[in-house]
């Protein structure tokens, strides 16, 4: 596709309840992000894939988080048991190669976890 | 761990005057990166500079990055209404693809 696509836009989960976001990289993008942005602050790392590897989960937060990218194209992070501190915008970014070309961000998934 | 510090957290300038963010690394970079985030959008990248003392300019923005590959700064001539967002610099380290970010510039300009 023309750009990296997030989906949902919102999410609003009950505590303790289990959620998936997608991400559907541009075609063709070797390397897929994962982040997560509180209100006001940077993005902050979470995992990162290149093709279906998973090369790096040290941004995971604790074991509830869980991402996979089965295929080497669409990704899904999932969120087992929210919390509401798990509340935040989270971004996924696809590029070709990363230290050459930077990323492309999709708009995110708000998730506010009540 | 490594950290990038990023100055000032904020800036209010009226529409027509200079802008100047800072951003500095506790250990040398392999490149570092710069992006605008508006109001309720998502990062766009706008450039990476990768050579000790690099200098980029887009129009009326100049991206420079220092001779140690420890910091950058990213100055607009002529602040224009459409500036306002957020602009994080993101630098990265040897092979690792993974960006360490700072906590942005927020710049708002006035009319």
């Known amino acids: 596709g023309a750009g990296v696509s997030q989906s949902p836009r919102y999410k609003v989960a009950k505590r303790g309840q289990d959620v998936a976001l997608r991400c559907d990289p541009i075609s063709g993008h070797v390397s897929l992000f994962w982040y997560q942005q509180a209100l006001g602050q940077g993005p902050e790392f979470l995992t990162y894939?290149?093709?279906?590897?998973?090369?790096?989960k040290s941004g995971l937060p604790s074991d509830r988080f869980f991402a996979e990218r089965p295929e080497g194209s669409v990704s899904t992070l999932k969120i087992q048991r929210t919390q509401q501190e798990d509340s935040a915008v989270y971004l996924c970014a696809s590029s070709l190669d990363p230290t050459t070309y930077g990323y492309t961000f999709g708009s995110g998934t708000r998730l506010t976890v009540v | 761990g490594q950290q990038v510090m990023q100055i000032p957290q904020y800036q209010h300038v009226q529409e027509g005057e200079d802008f100047t963010t800072y951003c500095n690394s506790s250990t040398t970079l392999s490149n570092i990166q710069w992006y605008k985030q508006r109001p309720g959008g998502h990062p766009v990248f706008l450039i990476q500079l990768v050579k000790s003392g690099e200098v980029k300019k887009q129009k009326r923005l100049t991206f420079q990055f220092g001779e140690a590959k420890k910091n950058s700064s990213l100055h607009i001539t002529a602040t224009q209404t459409t500036d306002v967002g957020t602009y994080f610099c993101a630098g990265g380290a040897g092979n690792n693809r993974k960006l360490i970010w700072g906590l942005g510039t927020s710049l708002a300009v006035n009319p």
């Open positions: 894939f290149q093709n279906e590897a998973q090369l790096d």
